[in-house]
């Protein structure tokens, strides 16, 4: 089993034949379970009908949407609807029997909701804010993907959870592939994006382990903190090894497989 998450940028720019071909090609030899991002469609559409949005810094230097109960039915609207259906009309172009599904669906993601925020404000304080609906993944339920992907179908996963009463939760989309490949029992997560790996003072990392890993979450820009950070959580959970690569180089997933591109995170 692969875990495949393809952030913003693959969806919007990066679902070609290349990234197909190479999909199908990887299907022959593995199951698939995709997880997409989408923030800026979801930042897009909530401007485009009156809905600010806000975001906030985590004292570890985290960037993330401050979710509000409006944000929330906005967020969930795009991801499992917009979004979600946009990927799986291109699979299914491209003769991959894709399956969406979003984490509330059969309870596949659970999460707590989280009560207070620590973040720092643009003063530079720390403050505590209300945590509106934003969650931390707690339990993972693989049945549904694993008989989806029995059956021959390719799961598609929109990142949002349920909460503990129930409630809808916006869950950061690289996390919820790294739990979703731990719960699976991936032997592998491939994060595509739109740089080449994790680079640092101008210089790709081949190879870091775990330990490593931790030491650069700080010494990554926004966007790659949460991609390392979720490569951590999948190998804490189980998984092999996370690889951060481009979704657009020659055969990408193949390409990260392989060792080819990217970054390959392991225990060390």
């Known amino acids: ?6 952030g913003g940028d693959i969806v919007e720019k990066g679902m070609n034949r290349n990234l197909s071909d190479d999909i199908k090609e990887t299907l022959k030899r593995d199951s698939m379970v ?28 985290i960037r993330s949407r401050y979710t509000d109960y409006e944000t929330v039915q ?10 979600n259906k946009t990927v799986v009309r291109w699979l299914l172009s491209e003769n ?13 993601l659970r999460a ?19 945590g509106g609906f934003t969650g931390k993944i707690i339990d993972v339920n693989p049945a549904p993907l694993n008989l989806l992907a029995l059956s021959g179908y390719v799961p598609v996963v929109a990142p949002i959870a349920v909460g503990e009463e129930h409630e809808l939760l916006n869950v950061d989309s690289d996390r919820a592939a ?7 029992r991936a032997e592998s997560i491939i994060f595509l994006t739109d740089v080449r790996g994790v680079i640092v003072n101008g210089k790709l990392l081949k190879e ?3 330990e490593e890993a931790e030491s650069l979450l700080r010494k990554v820009g926004p966007g790659m903190d949460k991609k390392v950070l979720a490569s951590i959580e999948a190998l804490r959970a189980g998984v092999k090894e996370a690889i951060i690569s481009s979704g657009f180089v020659e055969n990408p997933v193949t390409s990260a497989m392989e060792h080819k591109v990217g970054t390959v995170v392991t225990l060390g």
């Open 34 to 61: 995709i997880v997409h991002g989408g923030g800026d469609e979801v930042t897009r559409v909530a401007e485009k009908i009156g809905k600010k949005q806000v975001f906030i810094t985590s004292p570890s230097g």
């Open 1 to 6: 089993m692969i875990v495949l998450k393809i």
């Open 96 to 108: 991959i029997p894709a399956f969406g599904v979003s984490g509330v669906d059969a309870a596949i």
């Open 112 to 130: 707590r909701r989280k009560k207070r925020l620590l973040i720092i404000d643009e003063r530079g304080r720390r403050r505590i804010i209300e």
């Open 74 to 83: 906005i967020y969930t609207m795009v991801m499992a609807g917009k979004v």
């Open 178 to 184: 790294a739990y979703l490949a731990g719960g699976l």
């Open 208 to 210: 870091i382990s775990l």
